[in-house]
Every structure is written in structure tokens, then in C-alpha cells.
């Protein structure tokens, strides 16, 4: 990842709505939302939206499908993890210990939730 690539997507996530767009299509995945419907759960007209997720698609952080009359958008979570590692890969300067705490705390944000076993 450039540089102004970089810039791009986080300059795009540094607004209120398109940051809550982008996290409520992150809590959608892999499923995706229709435009309209993000617009009910953001409580954001549907043209404001629009324009939002324009600039958010610009930065390659969101890509949309058309299902019959809708519109779903999905998180791009691949671009997202580009973003993540380019803004990690000299964080350590060759001490990872400085490091660990954040990718502990993205191991345990995202592993997958145990099933407790049901009991007969």
C-alpha cells in the first residue's frame, strides 16, 4: 500500500457517518447491506448516505452489488487489513514487545466466540 492510498481511506473513515457506515457494514459481513436499509439503522437520509458511501467506495473500502431493486453494500475487510498492516509494519522497530499489545487485542476482538455445549 502507497502512501496515498492510505491517506485516501483514512481520510475517507475521519467523518462520523462514514466511519458508522463502515462499521455497521463491517458487523454485517459477509452478508452486505441494502443502501436503504443502512440508511434506517444510521437514521441518515438515503441521498446523504449515498454520497457518503461514494467516498467510501472512492477509497476502495467498500464495494456494492445490485440485488434486483437494492443496492447492498459489503466492507471491503481486505482493504481495511491493508490499511491495518501498513499502519503497524514499522511499528515494532524490530522490538516486538511494543507491538504485542495491539495484536493481542485484535486476537481477542476477533476470535471466534466459543459454543458452550448445550447440557442433557
Known sequence: MENEEAVLALAALAQPTRLEAFRMLVKHEPDGLAAGDLARLLEVPQNTLSAH????????????ERRSRSIVYRANLGEFRDIAVFLLRDCCGGRPEVCNPVVETLQSCCSPKRKERSRA
Open 53 to 64: 458511501l461514494a467516498i467510501l467506495s472512492r477509497a476502495r473500502l467498500v464495494s456494492s
